[in-house]
């Protein structure tokens, strides 16, 4: 795609940003009566501006305006002195895959990884998202962990 530009996201960005971040959302079941609450929506759009925060966005645009978005912070870890970067969110519109958006701000977020000194790019998706997974088979290597979450307001039996 020789059009595409991949940049930080910018303020200006949020009406066009907003429906990609709803889009992501509802593709892991969070819309309607599971959606994210709009707090964390916006306490998210105020951290991708806060120089404080290590959390970071960049979007893929050509002249017909934003098709993907990801999101990524840096963090330390115990097996690294440099940081590691997580890729958190990853989504490009419907009408604009195929066309690689995706590749583009993986390869963004690379580039983003290496000028902070981080030497590892992580991220996690559904078991059964096959067609992403084509994608992640060619741009990284997964190293077979199994994912697993608690929500510490939950009681572990």
């Given at each position: 795609?020789?059009?595409?530009?991949?940049?930080?996201?910018?303020?200006?960005?949020?009406?066009?940003?907003?429906?990609?971040?709803?889009?992501?959302?509802?593709?892991?079941?969070?819309?309607?009566?599971?959606?994210?609450?709009?707090?964390?929506?916006?306490?998210?759009?105020?951290?991708?501006?806060?120089?404080?925060?290590?959390?970071?966005?960049?979007?893929?645009?050509?002249?017909?305006?934003?098709?993907?978005?990801?999101?990524?912070?840096?963090?330390?870890?115990?097996?690294?002195?440099?940081?590691?970067?997580?890729?958190?969110?990853?989504?490009?519109?419907?009408?604009?895959?195929?066309?690689?958006?995706?590749?583009?701000?993986?390869?963004?977020?690379?580039?983003?990884?290496?000028?902070?000194?981080?030497?590892?790019v992580y991220w996690q998706t559904k078991e059964d998202n096959t067609t992403a997974r084509r994608l992640y088979d060619q741009v990284a290597r997964h190293h077979g962990f199994v994912v697993y979450a608690h929500e510490p307001a939950e009681r572990v039996a």
């Open positions: 795609m020789t059009d595409l530009t991949i940049r930080p996201i910018a303020p200006s960005d949020r009406a066009a940003w907003a429906p990609l971040w709803d889009g992501y959302n509802a593709f892991y079941g969070r819309e309607g009566a599971t959606a994210l609450p709009s707090a964390i929506t916006d306490v998210l759009w105020q951290r991708l501006f806060d120089a404080g925060e290590p959390v970071h966005a960049l979007v893929a645009e050509d002249a017909s305006g934003l098709l993907g978005i990801t999101h990524f912070l840096f963090h330390r870890s115990t097996t690294r002195i440099e940081p590691v970067c997580y890729l958190q969110d990853l989504f490009t519109a419907p009408a604009a895959r195929g066309r690689g958006v995706a590749r583009a701000l993986i390869e963004g977020v690379y580039a983003r990884a290496r000028d902070a000194g981080a030497r590892r």
